[in-house]
């Protein structure tokens, strides 16, 4: 099964589908990872925020992958914006990773409340990282067009950003498109905020339809629009079947029902609210 890789706007090829770990425990995250890897993921998000990046390290080590066969996501945790911290913060992640560069780093939040406009020193210092080697791609994570701005006519490569069938931001995605800017689906499932998206009754019909699961039908969705999405799981079933969405395909017209359910969701922080 061949996951279908995306040309970032400095040339970086990343796997269209990865894997998410984002509140996985440290009990669950060796595990987690290793059975990913196992069923064929490429593409593992992390944090530092996660706490979860020496996890991933021995999954990877473990798995005995030749390094230039992954892609590796981490991003810089919030408090460390400034230019030495955040040298400190992607030498520690490299650390704990085991690793002597990752593929893509991402700010992960802009963060104005607490840190106001910080962001743009963390952005210079990411230049550096990926100058040196550090780093193959940067991007950010839950910046608004204002922040994007911010940035001194500098493009990222990617912007990771909350997108799922209740919150699809078309005109936002169109922008970062328009900017050559990759969207990259966060919660791509909803996360598991009640009402879930995976039950409602017009995925579960197209799931039904195609002789699929729900999840399946919305991580194809995510792929037939071109996004980069990142599901997670801790459930080795799970993480096999979403995973296993290369085998079927949605009719334009059932990508346009699913598109309709927009609802300007947002289940996870607001960029503009956000206080941490
Ligand atoms: N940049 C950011 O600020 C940001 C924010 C949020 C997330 N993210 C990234 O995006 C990744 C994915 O987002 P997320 O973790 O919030 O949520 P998600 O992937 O949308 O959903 C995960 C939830 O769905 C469940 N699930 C997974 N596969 C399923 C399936 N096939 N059937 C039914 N339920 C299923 C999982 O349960 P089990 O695990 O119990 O199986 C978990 O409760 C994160 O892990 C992280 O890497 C980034």
Request: avoid cysteine; proline fraction near 5%.
């Amino acid at each position: 099964m061949s996951v279908p890789q995306i040309t970032l706007n400095d040339g970086v090829q990343i796997p269209q589908l990865g894997f998410g770990v984002w509140q996985v425990t440290s009990d669950e995250i060796v595990p987690a990872v290793s059975k990913a890897l196992e069923v064929g993921y490429r593409h593992i998000d992390t944090a530092a925020g996660y706490q979860n990046e020496d996890g991933v390290g021995k999954a990877i080590a473990e798995s005995g992958i030749a390094r230039d066969e992954l892609f590796v996501t981490t991003k810089l945790d919030n408090p460390d914006h400034k230019r030495d911290d955040a040298r400190r913060g992607i030498e520690k992640s490299l650390s704990l990773l085991g690793l002597d560069h990752v593929d893509l780093y991402l700010i992960h939040w802009p963060s104005v409340i607490k840190h106001g406009e910080a962001y743009i020193e963390a952005w210079d210092a990411m230049q550096e990282f990926k100058a040196e080697g550090l780093v193959r791609s940067i991007g950010v994570s839950n910046f608004n067009i204002e922040h994007l701005d911010k940035l001194n006519g500098a493009v990222p490569s990617v912007n990771q950003i909350e997108i799922h069938p209740t919150f699809v931001r078309e005109d936002f995605l169109a922008q970062l498109r328009e900017r050559g800017i990759a969207p990259e689906s966060w919660s791509p499932l909803g996360n598991s905020t009640e009402p879930k998206d995976i039950d409602h009754e017009v995925i579960k019909g197209i799931a039904r339809e195609l002789g699929v699961e729900p999840a399946q039908v919305i991580i194809r969705w995510h792929l037939q629009k071109g996004l980069i999405v990142i599901p997670k799981s801790v459930t080795p079933a799970r993480i096999e079947q979403n995973f296993d969405v290369f085998g079927f395909e949605l009719s334009d017209a059932q990508v346009e029902r699913i598109t309709a359910l927009d609802a300007g969701r947002r289940m996870g922080g607001d960029p503009v609210t956000a206080t941490w």
